[in-house]
């Protein structure tokens, strides 16, 4: 019997056959893992991002309006991105004593909830909540005006104020400041006939923090009187303990944090917020 070879040509199509089976084959693969996995990974990325990108904003926010709280200034301006998401305020409460009983001060938190995660600006300071159930972990991103030293002790209590009330358009990345008495509310849509100040295409609003009120007290102690702050009904209690132990801050009981010193300076600033 006579052998046929098989010539070099019949080799490389033989090749070039496999080779294009092969590629197809990776390719096909490649597409089901993607539908399978690799898309869930890629939302989970944008999600994380998005929230990272809030959370920037929201410090970038609170280092702006450092300038109306500490500074003095009368006035400033910021954006927040809250496409997506919910903006609100939320009723918080911070006890301070001071040369006399204690006085419980409601300063409210500006609340952007986006993804499953909480950010607060809350009296002067930026927290993280990475999820929405009560045991939840938070970091602060943006420290407060506090202070414990030897020879002095400060604290300042920053209030938020509005005469209005923020909506959210569900679906139509449009954001609204309506007219109304509660400070607090969200709606999934705009009111009939409310009176609407500004909008924005894109989902960004625009805040505006004015100086509505400041107050500065100073208690020459002398012998050295302690200034306590009470946290339990902030948003993050945790968060604020580890914040105040790590700055100098002695924890006396509870949720109840003191600073013995010379010199006692408590501030109260009200901020008024608009868009």
């Known amino acids: 019997m006579r052998e046929t070879a098989i010539r070099p040509r019949d080799e490389r199509g033989v090749s070039d056959a496999l080779a294009f089976v092969f590629t197809f084959s990776l390719i096909i693969t490649g597409v089901g893992l993607v539908s399978t996995v690799g898309v869930d990974q890629l939302t989970d990325l944008r999600d994380r991002e998005q929230v990272n990108g809030a959370e920037r904003a929201l410090v970038g926010t609170a280092t702006t309006f ?20 919910t903006l609100s305020l939320a009723e918080t ?21 986006l993804n499953g995660d909480v950010l607060r600006y809350e009296n002067g300071a930026v927290l993280h909540t990475y999820g929405e159930h009560p045991d939840s972990p938070t970091l602060m991103r943006h420290e407060p005006a506090m202070e414990c030293t030897a020879s002095a002790a400060l604290v300042t209590a920053q209030k938020f104020d509005t005469d209005e009330t923020i909506h959210v358009g569900a679906g139509s990345d449009r954001v609204h400041l309506v007219e109304g008495d509660d400070a607090s509310g969200i709606a999934s849509n705009v009111p009939s006939g409310s009176s609407v100040s500004s909008t924005s295409n894109e989902g960004v609003v625009e805040l505006t923090a004015r100086r509505a009120s400041a107050e500065r007290k100073i208690y020459q102690t002398g012998g050295g009187n302690a200034l306590t702050v009470d946290v339990g009904d902030t948003t993050a209690p945790d968060a604020w303990g580890r914040y105040l132990e790590r700055t100098g801050w002695t924890h006396a009981s509870g949720t109840t944090y003191e600073c013995t010193a010379d010199t006692v300076v408590v501030r109260s600033v009200t901020i008024k917020l608009g868009l």
């Open 93 to 113: 409460e911070l006890t301070i004593q001071a040369g006399g009983s204690p006085r419980p001060i409601t300063i409210y938190a500006l609340e952007h909830r």
């Open 66 to 85: 450092d300038d109306v709280a500490r500074r003095g200034d009368p006035h400033r301006k910021s954006q927040l991105a809250v496409t997506g998401g």
